[in-house]
T-cell receptor, first 110, second 115 residues
């Protein structure tokens, strides 16, 4: 089955810095890669996704890049703010059951 | 419109008792997923329903866990003879599966505590 590795498990940055979270996947048939943000005590919510026919997608301060050849994709957050503090999950899906990474706890210090 | 809802929000039960957790997906969503999230951990897939097809139960950790989905809408996750290791947040998610597009909408979860 699909295997998704996510790094780092914890990321601590100063407000205004950039943050990068990386994921690798194993199933070459995967073609949908969403990122979810889960604030403390809240439900996971989709923040951005990318499909395999594009290499990069941006939405204001967040962007996702995909390298299908190398089977990895990354989340980039620029100008981080304290409200970006949360756990971020990547996922990979080639079937209807996406496989999630183990999550990255992002801490943004004011 | 209304999002995914789950009930109860919190459940405390004694070891050995049975519990039922309920999920109301977004209307029109044909796919429904159950996940378990232990404290500080990731999302552990439990079971997946798609329309009227047989569910994918490959993630259920033991035969004490079962789930059903009636009328293609509401789903109930049942845990029999609960154990302390069952304590976790149980999340439900639904999605519209059209082609390869399946953004998942999560419910608020049920926090289960087994004493």
């Amino acid at each position: 089955g699909e295997n998704v590795e996510q790094h780092p498990s914890t990321l601590s940055v100063q407000e205004g810095d950039s943050a990068v979270i990386k994921c690798t996947y194993s199933d070459s048939a995967s073609n949908y890669f969403p990122w979810y943000k889960q604030e403390l005590g809240k439900r996971p919510q989709l923040i951005i996704d990318i499909r395999s026919n594009v290499g990069e997608k941006k939405d204001q301060r967040i962007a996702v890049t995909l390298n299908k050849t190398a089977k990895h994709f990354s989340l980039h957050i620029t100008e981080t703010q304290p409200e970006d503090s949360a756990v971020y999950f990547c996922a990979s899906g080639g079937s209807y059951i996406p496989t999630f990474g183990r999550g990255t706890s992002l801490i943004v210090h004011p | 419109g209304a999002g995914v809802s789950q009930s109860p929000s919190n459940k405390v039960t004694e070891k050995g008792k049975d519990v039922e957790l309920r999920c109301d997906p977004i209307s029109g969503h044909t796919a429904l997923y159950w996940y378990r999230q232990s404290l500080g951990q990731g999302l552990e897939f439990l079971i997946y329903f798609q329309g009227n097809s047989a569910p994918d139960k490959s993630g259920l950790p033991s035969d004490r866990f079962s789930a059903e989905r009636t009328g293609g809408s509401v789903s109930t996750l049942t845990i029999q003879r609960t154990q302390q290791e069952d304590s976790a947040v149980y999340l439900c998610a639904s999605s519209v599966t059209s082609g390869r597009s399946y953004e998942q909408y999560f419910g608020p979860g049920t926090r289960l505590t087994v004493t």
